[in-house]
């Protein structure tokens, strides 16, 4: 189902996804929000990072785009806009589950945090780049095979490795070949839940300087999910931090790391170590929870 | 006082692999190749490298957990891999290891008080109050409550996990304290309280730390020294301050230029 909403407005000038008021709860306690009257927007060709600690709802954010959510939770509200080029703005939360599934592969793509887990082992990797090119464009034999081996060349993996299981790589190789998959459609937006947080430095520093070659050359947005601030600080151009369910800030690069607002971030970041070993480390600090209480007595808005 | 409390020399360690067409081939591959290092009393030596490189069996080796081809480590004195078993349990009190996976390293079936207490049992250190007590206070310090000793460990987080894994360590005031990536497993702000906290104990209790870490930015705020591993063999050495400014070796620049976040973040 394919909403039209704003027909007045060019396609290229609104953001690519647009998420407005998104909560999600577990079904057995539908008051109790993981994911609280989250909005953000991902603009097309740039990168927003969401940061926040384990829990914070980061992941449950991502998976409810994808339509991806367990069983076991639900949403309670919200719209997810994805500006699709070709036919105009869907609300993701509304799709069935075929378009939704013809979308997933194809305009949207995700590359999970678990490179050892997330690739079947019974099948070749080149088999498992192949999948959602033969399902979405509907390639076969020869075109297929180049296009496998193409796309294993962009992501630095020898072509002529397309016939070895995953357990035959390497943790770093794994990674690349998740991202050949995430991007073998050339979909619009990239989702990366923590995809070098299992990674070696010096892997990830490859990994990051190949994911954003691949979003400039392919014009891609970018939903990037991570804890690391350094690496926030690398490939971000909006940055949306996370707390408890909530986002607490949000803003560019610039605003959120180099003039922080809110107490939680100015925290989050003094923890975070720096190379120089100049700045005092600061264990995190929840002080600011008790003022806040406050506040939300006094003005009488409640936070979940 | 510069005293070396702890000192390895040439150590080599080779596993043996499955290699060749349905592995009945095999490759030696040398996990540690002629590695030395020395630590100095009170100061905490970090060791770095990518996966692969031998920081754990490093780790492993020095405490005697897995068996050397050749080599000496030295404590007090005593080189530690031609100990009988039974002198190298007593020597064990002085030699304790925080493990990386807080999730992996306990045991589900045992109450937080019987972890933390199992090392006074085993070395017999006190009577049954006394290890209590002792316990209790290990506990309090690293920032738990009497009440978590009746706990299992899946009741806890994992930085207070870790916590309790520390405590395991520290209960028997070892001197040397081997800690296997301890805080890579676990969030940034969890992390820092971690880090802090082994900061304040190393300066209460007098304790000399190996520090194994991938990540350049924890190091350079815990350790005095580093050696850098690449391969199983030792790259380049020395003090953090200088290597950081000036590292030597190609690929100590290539692991240090790898950090993230260089550019933007300042606090």
């Given at each position: 189902m394919a909403v039209d909403l704003q027909t007045d407005h060019s396609a290229k000038s609104r953001p690519l996804?647009?998420?407005?008021?998104?909560?999600?709860?577990?079904?057995?306690?539908?008051?109790?929000?993981?994911?609280?009257?989250?909005?953000?927007?991902?603009?097309?060709?740039?990168?927003?990072?969401?940061?926040?600690?384990?829990?914070?709802?980061?992941?449950?954010?991502?998976?409810?785009?994808?339509?991806?959510?367990?069983?076991?939770?639900?949403?309670?509200?919200?719209?997810?806009?994805?500006?699709?080029?070709?036919?105009?703005?869907?609300?993701?939360?509304?799709?069935?589950?075929?378009?939704?599934?013809?979308?997933?592969?194809?305009?949207?793509?995700?590359?999970?945090?678990?490179?050892m887990t997330s690739l079947n082992p019974v099948l070749t990797v080149g088999y498992q780049i192949g999948e959602s090119l033969a399902t979405h464009l509907g390639l076969k034999g020869e075109r297929l095979k180049n296009k496998i081996a193409d796309l294993l060349d962009m992501v630095g993996i020898p072509p002529e490795r397309a016939n070895s299981y995953p357990d035959e790589l390497s943790g770093g190789q794994r990674q690349r070949v998740m991202i050949a998959m995430s991007i073998a459609c050339e979909p619009s937006l990239l989702i990366a839940d923590e995809p070098t947080t299992a990674l070696d430095v010096t892997v990830q520093a490859q990994i990051l300087k190949l994911l954003s070659d691949l979003k400039s050359r392919m014009n891609m947005g970018m939903l990037f999910i991570t804890h690391d601030f350094g690496v926030v600080a690398d490939i971000a151009d909006n940055v949306v931090v996370m707390f408890r369910g909530q986002i607490v800030e949000a803003g560019t690069r610039e605003q959120v790391l180099g003039n922080p607002q809110h107490p939680y971030t100015k925290?989050?970041?003094?923890?975070?170590?720096?190379?120089?070993?100049?700045?005092?480390?600061?264990?995190?600090?929840?002080?600011?929870?008790?003022?806040?209480?406050?506040?939300?007595?006094?003005?009488?808005?409640?936070?979940? | 006082m510069d005293e070396n409390i702890l000192i390895a020399k040439n150590l080599v360690k080779t596993y043996t692999q499955r290699s060749g067409r349905f592995g009945f081939g095999s490759t030696q591959v040398k996990a540690l190749n002629d590695v030395s290092i020395s630590l100095t009393k009170g100061k905490t030596l970090a060791v770095v490298g990518e996966s692969g490189s031998g920081k754990s069996t490093l780790a492993r080796c020095l405490l005697q957990l897995q068996p050397l081809d050749s080599g000496e480590v030295l404590f007090q004195g005593q080189d530690l891999a031609r100990l009988q078993p039974s002198a190298l349990r007593e020597m064990r009190k002085n030699l304790q290891m925080v493990f990386q996976d807080p999730f992996a390293s306990l045991n589900p079936r045992m109450r937080v008080g019987e972890i933390v207490g199992e090392g006074l049992l085993i070395h017999d250190i006190g009577n049954a109050a006394e290890q209590q007590k002792k316990v209790l206070a290990m506990l309090k310090r690293v920032g738990l409550t009497e009440a978590d000793m009746q706990k299992y460990p899946h009741e806890f987080s994992?930085?207070?996990?870790?916590?309790?894994?520390?405590?395991?360590?520290?209960?028997?005031?070892?001197?040397?304290?081997?800690?296997?990536?301890?805080?890579?497993?676990?969030?940034?702000?969890?992390?820092?309280?971690?880090?802090l906290l082994l900061k304040e104990l190393q300066q209460e209790m007098a304790l000399s730390y190996i520090f194994i870490s991938h990540d350049l930015r924890v190091v350079r705020h815990i350790a005095d020294d580093m050696v850098v591993m690449y391969r199983g063999q030792v790259v380049e050495q020395g003090a953090v301050a200088d290597i950081y400014v000036r590292p030597a070796h190609a690929y100590t620049q290539n692991l240090l230029a790898a950090i993230p976040g260089k550019r933007v973040v300042s606090g």
């Open positions: 996804l647009q998420i407005e008021h998104l909560s999600i709860s577990s079904k057995k306690m539908p008051d109790r929000l993981l994911v609280n009257d989250v909005s953000f927007s991902i603009e097309i060709g740039k990168t927003t990072c969401v940061v926040g600690e384990s829990g914070s709802g980061k992941s449950l954010t991502a998976l409810a785009i994808m339509g991806l959510l367990s069983r076991q939770l639900q949403l309670n509200g919200g719209k997810v806009l994805f500006n699709d080029i070709d036919k105009g703005v869907v609300d993701l939360t509304r799709l069935d589950d075929e378009s939704l599934r013809k979308l997933r592969g194809d305009k949207i793509a995700m590359i999970f945090q678990e490179p925290a989050l970041l003094a923890c975070v170590p720096d190379a120089e070993g100049t700045k005092q480390l600061r264990p995190i600090d929840y002080a600011w929870l008790a003022d806040e209480g406050k506040e939300v007595a006094a003005t009488g808005v409640v936070h979940g | 994992g930085g207070q996990r870790q916590r309790i894994g520390i405590a395991r360590a520290l209960v028997l005031q070892p001197q040397v304290v081997v800690c296997d990536e301890p805080v890579s497993a676990l969030d940034v702000s969890i992390q820092a309280q971690i880090l």
